[in-house]
């Protein structure tokens, strides 16, 4: 493929100029030209009013690893369990996997890897799967990447499931990416879209791109597994049945698999209360405008009110207020909870990226121009040091 | 210590606004950044090279002009830098990317540590690190937020989590790729500034590399973008006025009607 102006038809308008998310246009003689960094997205292609844009696909690449497409089937959810509690991730993926196996009139199944991990196996059966594969080991106690990586690829490689999906949390986002790489096909990132085309029974992965300015619509023609890694908190989890279904399927820890370079030395949970952001249904963060650090109590007396975690914006972790782990934002974590209120944050738009996808926002600011207030459902303008503490009167009377 | 540190140039993302009367994205006089995580591995990989001596050397694969974020690398204070710049490459997934890089990488030849950002703020995919750890079959760990400690056969490092992090030994030659908590990057230096502007980057293209045709560019990526569209924009919504009090209680009313607290 690719993307070419037809320099004939360019009326020089500069119209798709704006529409390239990579500067990748340029005006040359008055007239539109593609540069090298072209990444081929698309984006300009709709925007010409002369249709002097044009996309040549070449001749279908031939894929360098031929792929027999019909040869795969399945939808394959990675049962993301720590310590031996399911993640909740694993149920949205269990929920969104039945729907697109239940269109491609296939079978759904989960991939459990741990050790003692007999009861999660049980309890997936719950959650309408027809297969739950396990691999039941002491190797896997702990996650690591190599002996992660090496299971779901042998497994992909005897069952060749059509679709593979996993939650886009750390430990997915870490293996995921060496899975694809060995089974050499595509994978998608963080996805919060998926479903199934109806006439050519492609996986169409939507995911947001600069942190949520644009979106991007993906698919893996050529190859399969089509996997993807999903947010947290985007799909709605599969309920649990009264009936169990389907069967476990134990499989011994495959020979790649035994092997691990890397060493788990310990795992050491931080202390601070409810910082877990991307399980927490409200986060209430506090931002600079607290004035000093002390008034984080205020942020986690609310927080702790209306049980949510405690959320913070770079500056106030920059300033050593509040550790890393609550920074929301570009450099910090996404977040999109049901409830976020916004405390003393005045909306910079590395802030904005992190959390604009929340379901309700409610910012409290001073400055009535603060641009908190663009993307805020309630918008309440006051003085944070008074706001707050009525809230938590109100709230805890309840 | 041999060091390689993978820098992407990014669009400067906050420049990235959608114009709420034609849905497209606002792009006048937008700069190029070093993405911002990248910036972390930079300022790791000197102080490793500080600490237990060696070189740095940085790769970025695009076009021409992220010659500008090697320049920007060497004004903090590295080696050397490597632009690996080709049409052929146009059009790489995070697939093709990783290859590319591995690629890179091999033809370097003797590395120890390659420390990337924990992903590219432009695609904020995350997949690079791993992929080139994968194509190069050598150990990888995510999202470093502390080197604990290092010598020359091993690391053991602290991998953040959600809820926490763990600890991980891990042998060398490895990849890991790091997250905003392991440092504060430095400025550049007036040396290094003076060091840079006169800079010339390597270039390799494809021919320089010992790549497959087949798995790089188009050709080499299994992912093709469909479509790319503006989500809808969120609006603002009600102001809620009154003293404390009656704020509270007007956002407490807000809340039930809605049913976002029981
Ligand atoms: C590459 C890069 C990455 C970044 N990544 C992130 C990121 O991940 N997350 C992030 O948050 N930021 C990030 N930033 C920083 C971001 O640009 C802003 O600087 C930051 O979000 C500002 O934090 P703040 O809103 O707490 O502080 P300020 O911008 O200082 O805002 C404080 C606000 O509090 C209000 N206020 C003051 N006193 C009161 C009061 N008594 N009552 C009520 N309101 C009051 C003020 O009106 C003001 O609006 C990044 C920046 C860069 C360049
Ligand atoms: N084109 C590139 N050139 C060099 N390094 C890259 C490139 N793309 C990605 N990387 C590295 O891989 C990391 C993750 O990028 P990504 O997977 O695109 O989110 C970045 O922080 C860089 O360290």
């Given at each position: 493929?690719?993307?070419?102006?037809?320099?004939?038809?360019?009326?020089?308008?500069?119209?798709?100029?704006?529409?390239?998310?990579?500067?990748?246009?340029?005006?040359?003689?008055?007239?539109?030209?593609?540069?090298?960094?072209?990444?081929?997205?698309?984006?300009?292609?709709?925007?010409?009013?002369?249709?002097?844009?044009?996309?040549?696909?070449?001749?279908?690449?031939?894929?360098?690893?031929?792929?027999?497409?019909?040869?795969?089937?399945?939808?394959?959810v990675f049962?993301e369990?720590?310590?031996?509690?399911?993640?909740?991730v694993?149920?949205?993926l269990?929920?969104?996997?039945?729907?697109?196996?239940?269109?491609?009139?296939?079978?759904?199944?989960?991939v459990?890897?741990?050790?003692?991990?007999?009861?999660?196996?049980?309890?997936?059966?719950?959650?309408?799967?027809?297969?739950?594969?396990?691999?039941?080991?002491?190797?896997?106690?702990?996650?690591?990447?190599?002996?992660?990586?090496?299971?779901m690829?042998?497994?992909?490689?005897?069952?060749?499931?059509?679709?593979i999906l996993g939650g886009a949390t750390?430990i997915g986002r870490?293996f995921i990416?060496?899975v694809?790489?060995?089974?050499?096909?595509?994978?998608?990132?963080?996805?919060?879209?998926?479903?199934?085309?109806?006439?050519?029974?492609?996986?169409?992965?939507?995911?947001?791109?600069?942190?949520?300015?644009?979106?991007?619509?993906?698919?893996?023609?050529?190859?399969?597994?089509?996997i993807a890694t999903v947010?947290?908190?985007?799909?709605?989890?599969?309920?649990?049945?009264?009936?169990?279904?389907?069967?476990?399927?134990?499989?011994?820890?495959?020979?790649?698999?035994?092997?691990?370079?890397?060493?788990?030395?310990?795992?050491?949970?931080?202390?601070?209360?409810?910082?877990?952001?991307?399980?927490?249904?409200?986060?209430?963060?506090?931002?600079?405008?607290?004035?000093?650090?002390?008034?984080?109590?205020?942020?986690?007396?609310?927080?702790?009110?209306?049980?949510?975690?405690?959320?913070?914006?770079?500056?106030?972790?920059?300033?050593?207020?509040?550790?890393?782990?609550?920074?929301?934002?570009?450099?910090?974590?996404?977040?999109?909870?049901?409830?976020?209120?916004?405390?003393?944050?005045?909306?910079?738009?590395?802030?904005?990226?992190?959390?604009?996808?929340?379901?309700?926002?409610?910012?409290?600011?001073?400055?009535?121009?603060?641009?908190?207030?663009?993307?805020?459902?309630?918008?309440?303008?006051?003085?944070?040091?008074?706001?707050?503490?009525?809230?938590?009167?109100?709230?805890?009377?309840? | 210590?041999?060091?390689?540190?993978?820098?992407?140039?990014?669009?400067?993302?906050?420049?990235?606004?959608?114009?709420?009367?034609?849905?497209?994205?606002?792009?006048?006089?937008?700069?190029?950044?070093?993405?911002?995580?990248?910036?972390?591995?930079?300022?790791?990989?000197?102080?490793?090279?500080?600490?237990?001596?060696?070189?740095?050397?940085?790769?970025?694969?695009?076009?021409?002009?992220?010659?500008?974020?090697?320049?920007?690398?060497?004004?903090?204070?590295?080696?050397?830098?490597?632009?690996?710049?080709?049409?052929?490459?146009?059009?790489?997934?995070?697939?093709?990317?990783?290859?590319?890089?591995?690629?890179?990488?091999?033809?370097?030849?003797?590395?120890?540590?390659?420390?990337?950002?924990?992903?590219?703020?432009?695609?904020?995919?995350?997949?690079?690190?791993?992929?080139?750890?994968?194509?190069?079959?050598?150990?990888?760990?995510?999202?470093?937020?502390?080197?604990?400690?290092?010598?020359?056969?091993?690391?053991?490092?602290?991998?953040?989590?959600?809820?926490?992090?763990?600890?991980?030994?891990?042998?060398?030659?490895?990849?890991?790729?790091?997250?905003?908590?392991?440092?504060?990057?430095?400025?550049?230096?007036?040396?290094?500034?003076?060091?840079?502007?006169?800079?010339?980057?390597?270039?390799?293209?494809?021919?320089?590399?010992?790549?497959?045709?087949?798995?790089?560019?188009?050709?080499?990526?299994?992912?093709?973008?469909?479509?790319?569209?503006?989500?809808?924009?969120?609006?603002?919504?009600?102001?809620?006025?009154?003293?404390?009090?009656?704020?509270?209680?007007?956002?407490?009313?807000?809340?039930?009607?809605?049913?976002?607290?029981?």
């Amino acid at each position: 493929m690719n993307i070419y102006i037809d320099a004939d038809a360019c009326t020089g308008c500069e119209l798709c100029l704006p529409s390239c998310p990579f500067n990748a246009i340029e005006m040359r003689e008055d007239k539109a030209v593609i540069l090298d960094n072209c990444t081929l997205c698309n984006a300009c292609l709709d925007v010409c009013p002369v249709d002097a844009i044009h996309k040549v696909e070449e001749k279908v690449t031939a894929p360098h690893k031929p792929c027999v497409i019909e040869e795969y089937a399945g939808v394959w959810v990675f049962a993301e369990q720590r310590k031996g509690v399911l993640q909740t991730v694993t149920f949205e993926l269990l929920g969104e996997g039945k729907k697109l196996a239940a269109t491609l009139g296939e079978e759904l199944c989960a991939v459990l890897l741990g050790d003692g991990i007999r009861k999660e196996a049980e309890t997936l059966l719950y959650y309408d799967v027809d297969k739950v594969y396990s691999i039941d080991d002491p190797t896997l106690a702990v996650f690591q990447d190599d002996t992660y990586s090496a299971c779901m690829a042998a497994l992909a490689r005897q069952f060749k499931p059509n679709i593979i999906l996993g939650g886009a949390t750390h430990i997915g986002r870490s293996f995921i990416p060496q899975v694809a790489v060995k089974l050499q096909t595509g994978l998608t990132a963080d996805c919060t879209g998926l479903t199934i085309e109806d006439s050519s029974k492609h996986l169409m992965q939507t995911r947001p791109a600069f942190g949520g300015s644009i979106f991007a619509t993906i698919a893996t023609y050529h190859h399969r597994p089509q996997i993807a890694t999903v947010r947290h908190k985007v799909m709605k989890p599969a309920k649990r049945q009264s009936e169990r279904r389907g069967e476990i399927v134990q499989l011994p820890l495959p020979d790649e698999a035994k092997r691990c370079r890397t060493r788990f030395i310990t795992s050491v949970e931080e202390l601070e209360e409810t910082v877990n952001l991307a399980e927490a249904d409200i986060i209430v963060s506090g931002g600079r405008g607290l004035g000093d650090p002390k008034y984080f109590s205020l942020i986690q007396e609310l927080a702790k009110t209306l049980g949510g975690a405690v959320g913070a914006s770079r500056a106030t972790v920059d300033a050593g207020w509040i550790p890393y782990s609550h920074q929301v934002g570009q450099t910090g974590k996404t977040v999109c909870p049901k409830l976020y209120i916004a405390c003393g944050i005045s909306g910079a738009v590395q802030h904005l990226v992190g959390m604009q996808s929340s379901d309700v926002i409610v910012a409290i600011n001073k400055d009535p121009q603060a641009p908190i207030f663009k993307v805020a459902s309630y918008g309440i303008v006051g003085d944070l040091h008074e706001v707050i503490p009525a809230l938590i009167k109100r709230f805890s009377a309840r | 210590m041999k060091i390689i540190v993978c820098i992407k140039q990014v669009p400067d993302t906050t420049d990235v606004k959608i114009d709420p009367s034609t849905n497209t994205l606002i792009r006048e006089g937008v700069p190029s950044i070093v993405n911002p995580f990248d910036m972390y591995a930079l300022e790791e990989s000197l102080r490793l090279r500080e600490k237990v001596g060696g070189t740095v050397t940085v790769i970025t694969m695009g076009p021409p002009q992220a010659k500008e974020a090697l320049r920007e690398a060497i004004s903090l204070g590295v080696d050397q830098g490597i632009l690996i710049s080709d049409r052929a490459f146009a059009g790489s997934d995070t697939l093709a990317t990783s290859y590319a890089l591995a690629s890179t990488i091999r033809k370097i030849g003797a590395y120890d540590l390659i420390i990337c950002g924990k992903q590219a703020i432009d695609g904020d995919t995350a997949q690079v690190g791993p992929g080139i750890a994968e194509c190069l079959q050598i150990p990888f760990v995510a999202f470093v937020k502390k080197i604990e400690e290092v010598s020359d056969q091993t690391m053991r490092v602290e991998r953040m989590m959600e809820t926490g992090y763990d600890v991980i030994e891990l042998p060398l030659p490895a990849v890991i790729t790091v997250v905003k908590e392991i440092n504060e990057p430095r400025l550049p230096s007036l040396r290094g500034q003076m060091r840079a502007k006169k800079y010339e980057p390597t270039l390799w293209t494809s021919s320089d590399l010992d790549v497959s045709e087949e798995r790089i560019g188009l050709k080499g990526s299994p992912t093709q973008v469909i479509k790319i569209f503006t989500p809808e924009i969120r609006k603002a919504g009600e102001h809620l006025e009154g003293d404390p009090e009656e704020v509270a209680d007007k956002l407490f009313q807000r809340f039930k009607e809605a049913k976002i607290i029981p």
